[in-house]
């Protein structure tokens, strides 16, 4: 036996009660629409690297990615970020300011 052996046991029955099947009905949803977007719009359906040290690179930085819009987007949803507008305006004055100096 595994020394986890016990603890996965533990999850497996509260995996099938009535509480623990509603949740993994919902997985669906959640965690492998991850997985579906990474492969969709992240080019993760097929590698372009070799190796499996620049594979895990690869995606690392685009789950990191990932979760950077996701925190974004809860963000601006509790009022937390400026409007996306403001964003553009101060990026499009920072970027014509650095314009005119170089």
Known sequence: ???????????????????????????????????????????????????????????TLIFACMNLKKLAKWKRKKGMLPPFTSLCKDFLDFYLMKKQFA
């Open 1 to 59: 036996r595994h020394i986890w052996e016990e603890y996965i046991e533990k999850a497996e029955d509260v995996r099938h009660t009535p509480q623990g099947k509603e949740l993994y009905s919902l997985r669906s949803q959640t965690i492998e629409r991850v997985f579906a977007d990474a492969k969709e719009k992240h080019s993760m359906r097929y590698t372009h690297l070799r190796g499996l040290a620049k594979l895990k690179m690869q995606v």
